[in-house]
């Protein structure tokens, strides 16, 4: 079965997220002062034959953890359906 995973990786909270103050920053610029705290991340879609939900979701969590996420700087989470 062909499964989608849509995945979105974040910088942790507690970690400066300089791209994220940058946009902050520009929104009084264009106008969208009442925009504040933006954090920017990453939003991943791949697509994973396995041979149930199970399966996808664990390929997708070790996709994540060796190679889409830097653990020590952002954290992930995913969700799993049907292509």
Avoid at 28 to 43: C, D, E, S, T, W
Avoid at 61 to 80: G, P, S, Y
Wanted: hydrophobic share 45%.
């Amino acid at each position: 079965m062909k499964f989608i995973a849509e995945i979105n990786v974040m910088p942790h909270k507690n970690l400066l997220d300089p791209q994220g103050k940058a946009v902050t920053g520009s929104m009084a610029a264009i106008g969208l002062p009442q925009v504040q705290n933006v954090r920017v991340g990453k939003h991943i879609t791949m697509e994973i034959e396995a041979a149930n939900e199970a399966e996808a979701k664990t390929k997708t969590d070790e996709a994540c953890r060796k190679l889409l996420a830097n653990q020590v700087m952002e954290f992930f989470e995913f969700t799993i359906h049907t292509a």
